[in-house]
């Protein structure tokens, strides 16, 4: 979230070296559209999360006892269950014992995990965050990677962690209203982002001040003698890596429509929890009914036993004879307050950008329409 | 990078039991992703003291015919080398190598890196190691990647695939021909924005660079765009003017890509400008509803038990809001679709 990190929060920036990075986009885009999750290395110079390697992980294998013929999960929730799943972690014991013997950082500091369109808030992504993080002295992380945000313009890199009241709601497992009221807990507050900073080694340093930058410098080139050499010219046909020109591309209907998708699936799940809530609370009115025309009907018979001398019956024997129903978890309703909430600021930051662009290009091509 | 200009020389013939084989003799190209060279750049310099290189293996994907290689990824293998002898820890290397194949399948273990330009007798034994029958590359040719670390000067990266070479089994063991293959570094779309992110920090003394937002990005952007803009029309009053030099060529690319401009009306620029500002800012503003929409149901859910019957006819209401909201999203895809 954008305002100000929890205080009680470990950890106030996460610093990501530039390998992280580039391996977490190469796995990202390498298995799209299907998320890509795997595990962060480094090491924690409190209050600075570093974050200095990263190594994919296998998707977590179907788990046969749970498997029935009718619910076949897809490759999608596999991929999400992975950081969590028991089978991976002789996976991450192993590869962590054999990076440590090349020097690498072999601390845990987390997960990552490749999304589409911010379309990342999950059981599934809180179960995996709450995993890393419920051990008491954890300092751990989950880095989201936008794919297709980041092909169109800045990265769309993000660094999660699950607040403290999450915490303590997500352990003791209960997401009653009751226990929301109690505990205050908004949407807005399940998640807190931290800034992120990105590193690189003095050698990294070297080697990229080498490759060719754009635009040369003003005084070396001499004049090409044709067109044809002019193409040829490494200097001038090679791609640098800056300035990248791509956020001003001005293509607009794909991302409006698929934010509008991804907010209308929102919508309906919305819909489900609220339909779920009302069904229980309809069932909750008709149990109560039949309670309390059983302890009106007990009364009468207690007052006819009265009368008649006889010891009273029992009066809370309702207790035993009638169940209420438990009440829904709130958990998925706040999940998708969050998720909705993640799309519209998506969308704002989008449509900020795009119409800037677009009146760029109004006063461009129009030239004197604009005062 | 490095020069473009390769003498490909066939490759000399092999001794009679690889000859017999389908070896290919075509030279190879190799593609690098930087992730595997900021690999091996992070690997050399966690590197013991102690220890002038530090090597690898290398892998990626090969062509049908295994003339082209893309270096995809790679992982540091230990390794002692003293004056006498070179170790490598076979161990490592195929549990390692074990590791990567369950979390990438399609990437095949392709050759092997080593931090310094130098090429050895060690070299060839580790090459020969690589691609052996068994579990190295063969059939395929080892794709040796050296990459230049030596304080003070330039990072050279250079690849090489080898022959055997030696008169005898002993001695074509420890010793073959490397010979240099033309290399180069790609990226893609999406690398491209990280690229540019870790350029960023080049320049600075920290070497850190803050991500930044879409519209700083954006920013950044046009302002690179007016720079290079005010070079160029800078240049072209200097020609007028006659202070710089003219050139044809440079004139010729400049009348292309101003050519590259659209022709188009200015009713329809309008009415496309109009059309498409329109959906922007409605969707713009369906989402905030729908998260203002979200925020109060939640509110209302959680204070339901104290205001009793209220919340509840406040949440059905609600739900109808909600509904025809979803409407009018639907309606406002459809108008698009028209479009």
Not at chain 2, 149 to 175: L, M
Request: charged fraction near 20%.
């Amino acid at each position: 979230m954008a305002t100000a990190p929890d205080t009680t929060s470990p950890l106030s920036e996460v610093q990501i070296e530039a390998l992280v990075v580039m391996r977490i986009i190469k796995h990202a885009t390498s298995t799209f559209p299907t998320p890509a999750t795997g595990f962060l290395v480094g090491t924690d110079i409190a209050p600075q999360l570093q974050v200095t390697n990263s190594f994919p992980l296998p998707a977590a294998p179907i788990d046969q006892a749970q498997a029935d013929s009718y619910h076949q999960p897809d490759a999608a929730t596999l991929a999400t269950a992975a950081p969590r799943a028991k089978s991976n972690v002789p996976y991450q014991n192993e590869m962590i014992k054999l990076l440590r013997e090349v020097n690498v950082d072999a601390q845990s500091v987390g997960w990552y995990m490749s999304t589409n369109m911010g379309n990342f808030i999950s059981q599934s992504f809180v179960e995996n965050q709450f995993f890393y993080q419920k051990a008491s002295d954890e300092k751990s992380v989950a880095l989201v990677f936008d794919v297709s945000r980041s092909s169109a313009g800045s990265l769309g890199l993000k660094a999660y962690r699950l607040s403290p009241v999450f915490m303590n709601a997500y352990k003791e497992g209960k997401f009653t209203s009751e226990s929301i009221q109690k505990s205050k807990l908004r949407y807005q507050d399940i998640l807190i982002e931290l800034p992120i900073k990105v590193h690189n080694s003095h050698l990294l340093t070297s080697f990229l001040h080498q490759v060719p930058q754009a635009p040369p410098a003003k005084t070396a080139l001499d004049f090409p003698s044709s067109l044809a050499e002019l193409s040829r010219d490494p200097d001038v046909s090679s791609n640098p890596f800056a300035p990248n020109l791509d956020s001003l591309d001005l293509s607009i209907d794909p991302f409006l429509e698929k934010s509008c998708d991804l907010m209308l699936d929102s919508i309906e799940n919305h819909q489900t929890e609220q339909n779920n809530f009302q069904y229980w609370q309809r069932a909750l009115g008709r149990e109560q009914q039949k309670i309390t025309a059983w302890q009106q009907k007990r009364k009468a018979e207690n007052a006819a036993r009265a009368a008649s001398k006889q010891p009273p019956l029992d009066e809370n024997e309702w207790q035993k004879l009638f169940k209420l129903p438990t009440e829904p978890s709130r958990l998925e309703a706040l999940l998708v307050g969050r998720q909705v909430e993640q799309y519209a600021r998506q969308v704002d930051g989008f449509s900020a950008t795009v119409s800037a662009k677009m009146f760029g290009v109004k006063g461009n091509l129009l030239p004197g329409e604009i005062e | 990078m490095g020069s473009s200009s390769y003498l490909h020389l066939a490759r000399p013939l092999a001794p009679a039991q690889i000859s017999a084989s389908t070896s290919t003799t075509a030279p190879c190209s190799v593609t690098i992703q930087p992730q595997a060279l900021f690999s091996i750049l992070d690997h050399a310099s966690r590197r013991p003291a102690d220890q002038e290189r530090v090597i690898g293996t290398l892998l990626g994907t090969r062509s049908e015919d295994g003339t082209e290689v893309e270096i995809k990824n790679c992982y540091a293998v230990p390794h002692t080398e003293t004056a006498e002898q070179v170790e490598v820890d076979m161990d490592y290397q195929k549990s390692m190598l074990q590791l990567h194949a369950r979390a990438a399948p399609k990437e095949v273990l392709v050759g092997w890196y080593a931090t310094s330009d130098e090429l050895n007798t060690f070299s060839a034994l580790i090459q020969n190691f690589y691609s052996q029958q068994g579990e190295g590359t063969w059939p395929h040719p080892a794709v040796h990647l050296t990459v230049s670390t030596i304080a003070g000067q330039d990072i050279a990266a250079n690849t090489y695939i080898s022959a055997p070479i030696g008169v005898t089994p002993e001695r074509a063991a420890d010793s073959c021909l490397f010979i240099p293959v033309p290399n180069e570094i790609k990226y893609g779309d999406a690398e491209k924005s990280g690229l540019e992110l870790i350029a960023g920090a080049r320049d600075r003394e920290d070497r850190g660079q803050l991500l930044q937002t879409d519209i700083e990005t954006l920013e950044r952007s046009i302002e690179q765009v007016l720079e290079m803009l005010e070079r160029v029309s800078n240049y072209v009053s200097n020609v007028l003017d006659e202070e710089a030099e003219p050139s044809s060529a440079l004139g010729q690319f400049l009348m292309n890509t101003l050519a590259l401009a659209p022709k188009v009306e200015p009713e329809q620029v309008e009415r496309d400008f109009n059309n498409h500002i329109q959906d922007v800012l409605l969707v713009s503003y369906l989402a905030n509803t729908i998260r203002t929409q979200i925020d109060l149901s939640n509110r209302l859910a959680t204070a339901a038990l104290t205001m009793g019957g209220e919340g509840k006819e406040g949440g059905e209401q609600k739900g109808g809001d909600r509904k025809r909201e979803q409407r009018s999203g639907a309606g406002q895809r459809g108008q698009r679709a028209e479009q």
